[in-house]
């Protein structure tokens, strides 16, 4: 079993306890999108929003720059990262293209492949 | 005595929610699978279950990592949805059973799985979109659920091992109680998926038609795997094939499939719905 | 096997107490914040409402009846709070289970420590 081995997967960030500590002020900003009036507060002062969740400023800048490669290797765990990009209108396919460097529509065409099986 | 008479596999991903609220089932993207709920919901309306023990996992609605429980189990009377933050509907409160609750809770634990008990716990699109699949419109307010969340955001995270022990335990703990109980297992989630990452958008039909067999015929096979595997395999957010394995391990009995719909992808992931009769 | 009732004296938080007791807990467990605190001195009565305290939860919390409070499925550590706004310390809140005072109740304790 492979509960304490390092492996590393190509274009996967693996969320577990390193990436856990250093995302926690990230996560946790992301985590209060679940309240209309804290989605209000960061889109009237997305900076301000950051500072009070004491993100480091390179989590600022990717926050800033809607970068979710950035933000996962800076410790974003999807599922709270998911409720920023709900804030910024995009959905999962929005998500996969940004991180995959497609089009929007390339990117749904290799799901409908993916789906097919044809690798 | 309690009974658990079947369990079902399904998906349970947001965009689910948005189509049915805004009446997308019979668009050719999502019809495809759609159109494999009926035989399931039909056999739900004639079987009648009194209960549905739900495994899903939280997406951070009600836990967030500063406490993340491995295994999670609500004990209540009712459950209630609230603001996941990205605009799917909530819905009405969902209605507990806490007595059978309470009951696998003591079995469990005397059973060594050290669950953390919930006496208020929000439930999100995880458990509350499978109940609406299964009775469209939310009206599955008649039917009492027992929510079981495993972890599948942080690593580590229980193995495929662990949790096909915690959902036998599980069967053990419901046929040991006293009532009358039709009950049956939602195995929910997956199945392959990657969200994050460079290799967003990674889907493995093979390896999922392989699973949906396994869980059938050969549950114990799919314990070989590791969830760095299944990340491997399904990719990131595969980890999900735990609930569907839990499930499984619920059902101690002769198990039959009578029905499959195997698709992908919906959104990002493969979606497997199986039906499962124990007898 | 000891089970819920089999020792005496002993009232064991299980399923059906935590069931039972989760509005007092909660409303114990609230009397972190001094905000709760003051608004419980305040008015006690618009408080137990506040919070869905049963008859039986009320009339012990009225009557400061730490054993009522357990039978009405009160856990220790949330009604230690409560004992903690009354100014009443471990020893104070066993003197009233014990029914003895609380010089009696450590003079006991300090008994049972002897060799």
């Not at chain 2, 969902?94 to 696998?104: A, F, M, R």
């Not at chain 3, 819920?4 to 609230?30: E, V």
């Not at chain 3, 039986?56 to 499925?73: N, P, T, Y």
């Amino acid at each position: 079993m492979a509960t304490n081995e390092k492996r590393e997967f190509p274009g996967t960030y693996l969320f577990n306890g390193e990436m856990a500590k250093k995302g926690y002020g990230l996560n946790k900003m992301c985590f209060s999108f679940n309240n209309q009036e804290a989605r209000d507060e960061f889109n009237a002062d997305p900076e301000a929003y950051c500072d009070k969740y004491k993100l480091t400023d390179v989590q600022k800048q990717a926050i800033k720059d809607k970068d979710i490669i950035a933000l996962l290797k800076e410790g974003g765990s999807i599922y709270y990262l998911a409720k920023f990009a709900g804030l910024l209108k995009l959905n999962m396919q929005d998500i996969g293209a940004l991180q995959t460097g497609m089009s929007v529509d390339e990117f749904k065409a290799m799901l409908e492949k993916n789906g097919r099986g044809e690798v | 005595m309690a009974k658990i008479i079947g369990g079902v596999t399904t998906s349970h991903i947001p965009a689910i929610a948005n189509a049915m609220a805004n009446g997308l089932e019979e668009t050719p993207y999502w019809k495809p699978f759609f159109d494999g709920y009926p035989p399931v919901r039909d056999w739900l309306n004639e079987q009648k279950p009194d209960v549905i023990i739900l495994f899903y996992n939280d997406h951070g609605l009600e836990f967030f990592i500063d406490k993340k429980p491995t295994f999670a189990m609500g004990v209540a009377d009712e459950y209630y949805n609230s603001d996941e933050g990205w605009g799917i509907p909530t819905i009405p409160p969902v209605t507990g059973e806490s007595e059978l609750s309470w009951h696998i809770a003591n079995s469990l634990v005397e059973d060594g799985f050290d669950m953390t008990i919930c006496q208020e716990m929000k439930v999100d699109h995880g458990l509350t979109v499978p109940l609406n699949l299964m009775w469209p419109g939310h009206n599955y307010g008649h039917v009492k659920v027992i929510p079981v969340c495993i972890n599948c955001e942080q690593h580590p995270m229980p193995q495929p091992k662990r949790t096909l022990a915690l959902g036998q335990a599980i069967g053990r703990a419901v046929e040991s109680f006293d009532d009358d109980l039709k009950v049956v297992v939602f195995g929910t989630g997956g199945m392959s998926h990657q969200l994050d990452g460079e290799r967003a958008g990674f889907i493995n039909r093979a390896f999922d038609i392989e699973c949906l067999d396994k869980l059938v015929s050969d549950p114990e096979s799919l314990t070989k795997y590791s969830n760095y595997d299944l990340v491997e395999l399904g990719g990131a957010q595969a980890v999900e094939l735990n609930m569907l394995i839990a499930m499984r391990g619920a059902l101690l009995g002769e198990v039959t499939e009578l029905h499959r719909n195997y698709h992908a992808p919906i959104s990002n992931t493969g979606s497997g719905l199986m039906l499962l009769e124990n007898k | 096997m000891a089970s819920q009732g089999s020792i005496p004296g002993t009232i064991m938080l299980d399923g059906p107490m935590a069931t039972k007791g989760y509005p007092l807990n909660k409303m114990c467990y609230s009397f972190n914040n001094a905000s709760a605190r003051d608004e419980f001195r305040t008015d006690e009565e618009a408080y137990y409402e506040k919070f869905k305290l049963t008859e039986e939860q009320k009339q012990a919390m009225r009557q400061r009846d730490v054993i009522g409070m357990l039978e009405a499925g009160g856990s220790i550590y949330y009604l230690a709070k409560f004992a903690g706004i009354l100014g009443l310390n471990v020893q104070d809140v066993g003197g009233l289970q014990t029914g003895m005072t609380t010089d009696e109740f450590k003079a006991f304790l300090v008994k049972q420590g002897e060799v």
